[in-house]
T-cell receptor, first 114, second 112 residues
Framework: DTEVTQTPKHLVMGMTNKKSLKCEQH?????MYWYKQKAKKPPELMFV???????INESVPSRFSPECPNSSLLNLHLHALQPEDSALYLC?????????????FGSGTRLTVV | DAKTTQPNSMESNEEEPVHLPCNHS???????IHWYRQLPSQGPEYVIH???SNVNNRMASLAIAEDRKSSTLILHRATLRDAAVYYC?????????????FGTGTRLTIIP
């Protein structure tokens, strides 16, 4: 298995809802990442997990809450989002931390906040 | 983070080689050079990466200048499926600041 699987593919949520995005990989990768991509812009890093511990938080608002329950799974919990949070949310993984390893990206969850 | 500079857009004819340039004059000795591409409505796809020597894989070749201040991604025979945004990114080897920071990339158009 050489894929990063993200679910759901599409999500529409209200500003008072709570929802979660899920990311799964079975490549034995020990680093996992969340990126956010607005339309016609490059992806922006949100969080880095390494060996199931949060190692980088790029000053992301607390309405986004990441979780790494095990080495194969990464969640992003969403609460009280704003319409400007509508974007494509991408998950990625790499064998380990550091530039020596290529990243594998999922196809993303397209989130619309209404 | 060391930055990269790429042309905003390029065009190439189908079945011809494509050379995508990237300048990274402030690269440090421990920065790896990564290339990813993103097709419409998809997540980025890993293409190739290297440190000092030229690299080849089934998708492309990466030519790295001797002073490492620039690199070129080579697609040997472009197809319509190669139309995408190509990102050249520097990623440090060290642990602690490892992250892939995307620039604006090069939008490659393939002409049939």
């Amino acid at each position: 298995d050489t894929e990063v699987t993200q679910t759901p593919k599409h999500l529409v949520m209200g500003m008072t809802n709570k929802k979660s995005l899920k990311c799964e990989q079975h490549m034995g990768h020990r680093a996992m990442y969340w990126y956010k991509q607005k339309a016609k812009k490059p992806p922006e890093l949100m969080f880095v997990y390494s060996y199931e511990k949060l190692s980088i938080n790029e000053s992301v608002p607390s309405r986004f809450s990441p979780e790494c329950p095990n080495s194969s799974l990464l969640n992003l919990h969403l609460h009280a989002l704003q319409p400007e949070d509508s974007a494509l949310y991408l998950c990625a993984s790499s064998q380990d931390r550091g530039g020596a390893y290529g990243y594998t990206f999922g196809s993303g969850t397209r989130l619309t906040v209404v | 983070d060391a930055k990269t500079t790429q042309p905003n857009s390029m065009e190439s004819n189908e079945e011809e080689p494509v050379h995508l340039p990237c300048n990274h004059s402030t690269i440090s000795g421990t920065d790896y050079i990564h290339w990813y591409r993103q097709l419409p409505s998809q997540g980025p796809e890993y293409v190739i990466h290297g440190l000092t020597s030229n690299v080849n894989n089934r998708m492309a070749s990466l030519a790295i200048a001797e002073d490492r201040k620039s690199s070129t991604l080579i697609l040997h025979r472009a197809t319509l499926r190669d139309a995408a945004v190509y990102y050249c990114i520097l990623s440090p080897r060290g642990v602690g600041n490892e992250k892939l920071t995307f620039g604006t990339g090069t939008r490659l158009t393939i002409i049939p």
